[in-house]
């Protein structure tokens, strides 16, 4: 089991301070197959599934599907750079990393760099030398059909993805991004399906003479209706497609002002809420799928939910964990983790928490 579809923002409070959410939508059940919370400390030297040895620079917090501990989906380490991967329908990898290029496998790619790597800048180095290499599965090496993004304490992104067939586990690295990502297609196409949503969008284009646009993470997208498209019409996409889940979260992303309205401890509620959209149900229903066939009928349909919602908070280096159909949050701070051994933590999964009964004034 693979990583399926999944939505990730980053938001800044009006304080200027980032955080960053992410939805882990994958079929199956994650809790019975193995997924945890797993805490590393500094200087712990971890085998990884190539054979290669790692010894961690930073201390790192994160979660995996499985029972491996250096499978991570995503994370946060001691110098509060956090991060994740997400399936990409269109991503490549190599059986062997090519002379001069580290090989990683694709499912490890985020312990490697958290455990080495400081801020977005030094991740978008490091890339320019790793080569993706694919993932074993029971008996066979299958294609790494992820990508990342990353985000450290600056609030600077950068997203890295392998999606070119002629260069297989290469990355490109895009350090100019909308702070938020999805799934297929790789990130250029997808902004330009978000440039033709705008420039068809009654609602972004009404009573404007100049071309509709939005800026997030400091990056401007404007309207273009000549654009490559996925999107089916101009109106708000309701699907769980993962081309309309990046139109819906950019969207409403820009329409909250990526968080700057809000102090940072309204930013937990303002971004679970922001995510309700963009989170898939318990169902296999034809909204999720990955293209059209020639008569514009949704085809590829995954049978994937969105299993936990997540927020990492940069500066205190801290996780709050929601699994699925559960109300409280799990909170545990890299601080309070072991400087000594590896510990998994217990993730709450009673279906309520964290609610207050109101009494009657006297």
Not at 266 to 291: D, K, N
């Amino acid at each position: 089991m693979f990583v399926s579809d999944c939505t990730a923002v980053k938001l800044t409070s009006n304080a200027g301070k980032p955080y960053w959410f992410r939805t882990c939508d994958i079929g199956g059940n994650i809790w019975e197959e193995g997924s945890h919370m797993v805490s590393v400390p500094k200087g712990k030297r971890l085998d990884l599934s190539g054979g290669e040895k790692l010894t961690l620079k930073h201390a790192l917090l994160g979660v995996t599907y499985s029972p491996l501990d250096t499978w991570l989906l995503d994370g946060i380490n001691d110098a509060g750079l956090t991060g994740g991967l997400l399936a990409l329908y269109d991503g490549t990898s190599a059986p062997t990393a090519q002379p001069g290029y580290l090989g990683i496998m694709g499912m490890e790619l985020v312990t490697w760099l958290l455990g080495n790597c400081v801020s977005t800048a030094e991740v978008a180095k490091a890339a320019e030398k790793i080569q993706i290499l694919d993932v074993p599965a029971e008996w066979e090496m299958v294609p790494a059909n992820v990508h990342y993004m990353f985000v450290d304490r600056s609030g600077k992104c950068v997203i890295l993805e392998a999606a070119d067939p002629e260069r297989p586990g290469m990355l490109t690295v895009y350090e100019e991004n909308l702070g938020l990502m999805t799934n297929s297609p790789p990130y250029p196409k997808q902004l330009d399906n978000l440039r033709w949503f705008l420039a068809n969008s009654p609602e972004l284009t009404w009573g404007k003479e100049e071309p509709c646009s939005i800026t997030l993470n400091g990056m401007t997208v404007t309207a273009d209706c000549g654009a490559e498209h996925c999107c089916m019409g101009g109106i708000f996409p309701a699907s769980y497609a993962s081309y309309d889940r990046f139109v819906r979260m950019a969207v409403m992303s820009f329409l909250n002002r990526e968080g700057k309205d809000f102090p940072d401890d309204r930013i937990l509620p303002l971004g679970s809420g922001l995510m309700c959209p963009v989170m898939e149900p318990y169902s296999q229903g034809i909204f999720h799928y990955t293209a059209f066939d020639k008569e514009n009928g949704p085809i590829r349909s995954l049978p994937s939910y969105t299993q936990y919602l997540v927020m990492y908070d940069l500066g205190e280096r801290a996780i709050y964990m929601r699994p699925c159909g559960v109300s409280v949050w799990t909170k545990l701070t890299l601080e309070r983790c072991s400087k000594e051994s590896i510990e998994h933590h217990e993730i709450c999964r009673y279906p309520q928490g964290g609610v207050v009964e109101m009494r009657r004034r006297s």
